[in-house]
């Protein structure tokens, strides 16, 4: 089956959402082709106890207020599920699931997107697939032959998965900190770290991490200095949950183990430490195999952009990856202005005569 639109969306998660609330209000017509059989995007696969870095007043999509939780300063993510569930039906957006997207190509007029379902013809494409497919593990010698149980951020649910065992939460960022916290009172937790943690000021939260990565942006399209954006502030948000552990001495960062031995780590001073399960905090990387075809990426992995569009491919615009295609764009708060843009840049495209 073959099916022709002015613009394919790909991934029905926040971003994608976002841009088609931006092409819906454009008068664009264009389809979102979501991977998932239900809406709610990565977040309805995170681990139980996972809350926003932010109150519901700034987790926000474009056009419509996220509604508070009951009892919840900081909505969990069944919330946040409900919310992109309720919106996606709101705005009346056209998401059909499940869809594998396997490639995009280029084509004489536009781009040709193969899916598991059929081919689609797009006079330009959005990519909106994010990063929680792509999980990361770094390469520490031994990892293969460790027989513990390991496993990344992606996979984890629950504490009570864990009692009584002795689990290694590899990473510093804000999913190791939140996972160690979790973890703290029902297992022999030890938390390795690349470097000592660098928590954010108790009252900074994610509309405070927007900002920052605005005026980071605004500084650099003006020719100012680097601010450093969020990455100078800290790296890990102390959610109630964080702050808790941390201030109840729960959260005592090793630096990171040398190597892995069926065991468990070798530590730099030579200590070994048996353990059950590592948890793999350790981030991801942009799902963009589905882009190959254009040969677009850069040694970084990524496809260079202005903005939200690919330099060498005017017709496709990446959006929520991260910074690197707009301030913030990972997250609900900061995702609305780059889809917007995106939106824009590509309704003047299909205006024009070389689209």
């Known amino acids: ?61 474009p056009g419509r207020p996220m509604p508070h939780q009951s009892g919840e300063v900081y909505p969990d993510a069944q919330h946040v599920v409900g919310y992109l569930t309720d919106y996606e039906k709101r705005y009346e957006l056209p998401v059909i699931r499940p869809v594998q997207v396997h490639s995009v190509h280029p084509a004489v007029a536009g781009l040709r997107v193969e899916t598991d379902t059929g081919t689609w013809h797009a006079q330009a494409v959005i990519s909106a697939t994010g990063t929680w497919w792509r999980p ?13 149980r390991q496993l990344h951020t992606v996979d984890y649910r629950s504490p009570q998965d864990f009692s009584g065992q002795r689990v290694i939460v590899v990473g510093g960022g804000n999913s190791g900190a939140q996972i160690a916290a979790d973890l703290a009172e029902h297992a ?82 030579g200590s070994r430490t048996p353990a059950a399960a590592i948890i793999w905090a350790t981030g991801f990387r942009p799902t963009l195999a589905h882009l190959a075809p254009l040969r677009l990426r850069d040694r970084d992995g990524r496809v260079p952009t202005v903005g939200t569009r690919a330099i060498d491919e005017p017709r496709l615009h990446l959006l929520g990856y991260g910074d690197w295609t707009g301030p913030a764009s990972a997250t609900l708060i900061g995702v609305g202005r780059p889809a917007r843009d995106a939106a824009r840049d590509l309704s003047a495209l299909l205006r024009s005569k070389d689209c």
């Open 1 to 61: 089956m073959t099916q022709s639109v002015s613009v394919v969306v790909i991934g029905g998660g926040q971003a994608g959402l976002a841009a088609g609330y931006h092409l819906r209000r454009l008068g664009i017509e264009f389809v979102i082709l979501d991977a998932q059989a239900a809406p709610g995007g990565a977040w309805q696969h995170a681990w139980d106890s996972l809350h926003l870095f932010s109150p519901a007043t700034f987790s926000s999509l």
């Open 136 to 148: 990361f593990l770094p390469a520490v010698p031994g990892r293969d032959v460790f027989r513990g």
């Open 188 to 269: 022999d937790l030890t938390w390795a770290t690349a470097r000592p943690p660098r928590y954010l000021a108790d009252d900074i939260d994610g509309r405070a991490l927007f900002d920052a990565a605005t005026a980071r942006r605004r500084a650099l399209e003006t020719g100012g200095a680097d601010t450093g954006g969020v990455a100078g502030l800290g790296d890990i948000v102390a959610v109630p949950p964080v702050r808790a552990a941390r201030d109840a001495g729960l959260l005592q960062a090793m630096p990171m183990f040398t190597r892995l031995t069926e065991a468990g780590p070798i530590w730099p001073d």
